[in-house]
Nanobody, 120 residues
């Protein structure tokens, strides 16, 4: 059974840091590109960061460049998002997303999300 389980969210003051984790199971993790999305109250879900299948290439939303770092450990089937210099506007539910093509078929999976709140 495919599972993506986020963890590491919580309440942090502006300027603080959090490290999110996404634990994957039920599929060949190393064959999938991985992403973090987030959704704030009253706003659409937006792409935060993506890391390629090999893990050698990343991209970020302009709003988080220089502050967030996405990474993956294929041996542990886990993706991470290191968030530094957090701002109130980073407050959102953060979702793990996996996407891949296997035998010419497209597959994608979502986690349930973890809450991040940045407030003084």
């Amino acid at each position: 059974q495919v599972q993506l389980v986020e963890s590491g969210g919580g309440l942090v003051q502006p300027g603080g840091s959090l490290r999110l984790s996404c634990a994957a199971s039920g599929f060949t993790f190393s064959y999938y590109a991985m992403s973090w999305y987030r959704q704030a109250p009253g706003k659409e879900r937006e792409l935060v960061a993506t890391i390629t299948i090999p893990g050698g290439s990343t991209n970020y939303a302009d709003s988080v460049k220089g502050r967030f770092t996405i990474s993956r450990d294929n041996a542990k089937n886990t993706m991470y998002l290191q968030m530094n210099s957090l701002k109130p506007e980073d407050t959102a539910v953060y979702y793990c997303y996996a996407a891949g093509t296997v035998l010419l078929r497209r597959y994608d999976y979502w986690g349930q999300g973890t809450q991040v709140a940045v407030s003084s």
